[in-house]
């Protein structure tokens, strides 16, 4: 790895100078819930009041997936589900958050939250997967709930031992982008990648406004001046096709594909497409052919008002990739430096998770998040049913809430794990554990408990019970363990400040 900090930091320093220049008071049976102002209140009195209130962000795109029911193990003893790397969902709604906004409850996945927040499990010592359980009575809900926590943690791969990777950038440079946050952030991230990838890596670079157009042909990182130059002298220009420059991204790849090597599209936009195919089916029928030949798309996206989250989220879902979005460069550095090596090579294909519930032990289930990542229980060992793919050293967490029976035994259940070697898509490899109670909860799982009671407060979902948002962060706070677990902490408190204006 070379780091030739001097030109980067002219490179970072010239895009700095040269940057383009539903909130809903939720009712509920908590406790607590957002004071609606009094319409007496002097504002004289409230400095609060007196400062400019932050603008909504407004032409914001999000879909509602709902929310999982309670099951019966009567009805369904199975759970099933693909795994997913996931955080955009997290970060957008921090992003809300910190400029003083509550974000939309259709923006809330639950399970982006708890897979943003790294709970340090053990990886494995010789398999692709660690299976971790834990489970106890549940600090949220009703008496007598058991929470149980199945984090899946892949396997580490030191950036020494990364396989080559050729790496194609499709950037939208549309006329929405012509914002610092947008098109000068996308160069700041990408200069920082760039900086963390070996001299045999690869990097084509492919814009699209109105039209798409190769930047840079595939042109290996011992030419690093030439790739940030190229990066730095990105302009805006015209509408947004998007279907257009993933295609030509696409087509840019195959060129320099190498079934030994990473193989890997890096979209960055806002999500916003105005010709073309403009939602995520038409565009996928465009490039289907590419996206199931191992070349995997990541969606990483930028900027506030006037921004796709579908769009993105959806493409990286059936792109065989992972969706994050980058809100400023402390995030960027998150997915690009600390996290470069599992941002970048893929250790299991089509990865899903079933759980049986023993109907003898358990009344029934709640699998918080998900929604839009379910799958038939028929079809786990289906290959031709599309899972999640997971990177190196990543981790995946489920929680689920649960009833048991009177008199209960230790085994409640059993979780399996299912997903595809790699490099042959024929061999299918399963590892299971089982699930029952382990005691006390530990601490990660309590802190990943509150993060999930916060999402749902957030989305005001059902099985929100008596759970108060000042238990969540007394919770958080306890049982924090990392400097961007005591974030959280901090985010909570801002979410109570905005909630009572």
């Not at 494995?124 to 149980?148: M, R, Y």
């Not at 002298?233 to 030994?260: M, R, V």
């Not at 090579?345 to 089509?350: E, L, P």
Request: hydrophobic share 35%; aromatic share 8%; proline share 3%.
């Amino acid at each position: 790895m070379r780091r030739r900090m001097s030109l980067l930091f002219v490179l970072l320093l010239g895009v700095l100078v040269a940057g383009c220049s539903a909130n809903n008071d939720n009712e509920s049976s908590d406790d607590w819930a957002p004071d609606a102002p009094s319409a007496v209140e002097s504002k004289a009195e409230d400095p609060i009041a007196m400062a400019p209130q932050p603008s909504v962000p407004s032409d914001m795109f999000f879909q509602d997936y709902g929310t999982n029911p309670y099951v019966s193990t009567e009805e369904d003893k199975l759970s099933t589900f693909a795994m997913d790397v996931d955080t955009g969902s997290y970060t957008l709604a921090k992003s809300y958050i910190q400029n003083g906004n509550l974000p939309p409850q259709e923006a809330i996945r639950l399970e982006e939250f708890i897979n943003y927040f790294d709970l340090n499990d053990a990886p494995p010592k010789n398999d692709t997967f660690a299976i971790h359980v834990d489970a106890g009575p549940s600090p949220f809900g009703t008496e007598g709930t058991q929470l149980v926590r199945i984090g899946i943690k892949g396997k580490e791969i030191g950036s020494e031992e990364r396989k080559r990777a050729n790496l194609t950038f499709v950037i939208d440079v549309s006329g929405s982008m012509n914002q610092d946050d947008r098109i000068g952030l996308v160069k700041r991230s990408l200069a920082l990648l760039v900086n963390q990838l070996k001299d045999d890596d690869r990097i084509g670079i492919v814009v699209y406004g109105s039209k798409a157009r190769t930047v840079l042909e595939p042109t290996a990182v011992e030419e690093e001046e030439v790739i940030l130059k190229a990066i730095d002298e990105l302009q805006i220009e015209g509408s947004t096709n998007a279907e257009a420059g993933l295609l030509l991204g696409y087509k840019l790849a195959s060129k320099t594909y190498d079934k030994e090597a990473i193989n890997r599209v890096i979209l960055c936009s806002d999500g916003v497409a105005n010709v073309g195919e403009t939602d995520s089916e038409g565009i996928l029928r465009t490039i289907e052919d590419y996206a199931g030949q191992n070349l995997y798309l990541s969606t990483f996206g930028f900027g506030m008002d006037n921004y796709n989250d579908v769009l993105m989220e959806q493409l990286a879902d059936k792109g065989n990739g992972a969706y994050a979005y980058i809100d400023d460069i402390d995030e960027a550095k998150k997915i690009f430096q600390e996290q470069l090596t599992g941002t970048l090579q893929t250790i299991a294909k089509d990865a899903k998770i079933q759980v049986e519930f023993d109907p003898a032990q358990v009344k029934g289930y709640r699998l918080l998040g998900y929604e839009n990542r379910a799958i038939a229980d028929e079809d786990f060992r289906n290959n031709h049913v599309d899972g999640g793919e997971v990177g190196a050293g990543h981790s995946v967490t489920a929680l689920y809430e649960i009833q048991l029976k009177d008199n209960a035994s230790k085994h409640w259940g059993t979780v399996t794990i299912r997903y595809k070697d790699v490099d042959n898509n024929n061999r299918s490899r399963e590892s299971e554990a089982s699930i029952g109670p382990s005691g006390e909860l530990s601490d990660k799982t309590l802190f990943i408990a509150a993060v999930a009671e916060f999402a749902k407060i957030m989305k005001d979902s059902e099985g929100v019970g008596t759970s108060r948002i000042q238990k969540v962060l007394q919770m958080a706070e306890k049982h924090a363990s990392s400097e961007q677990q005591e974030e959280f902490g901090e985010l909570i408190k801002r979410f109570m400040e905005i909630s009572k204006k």
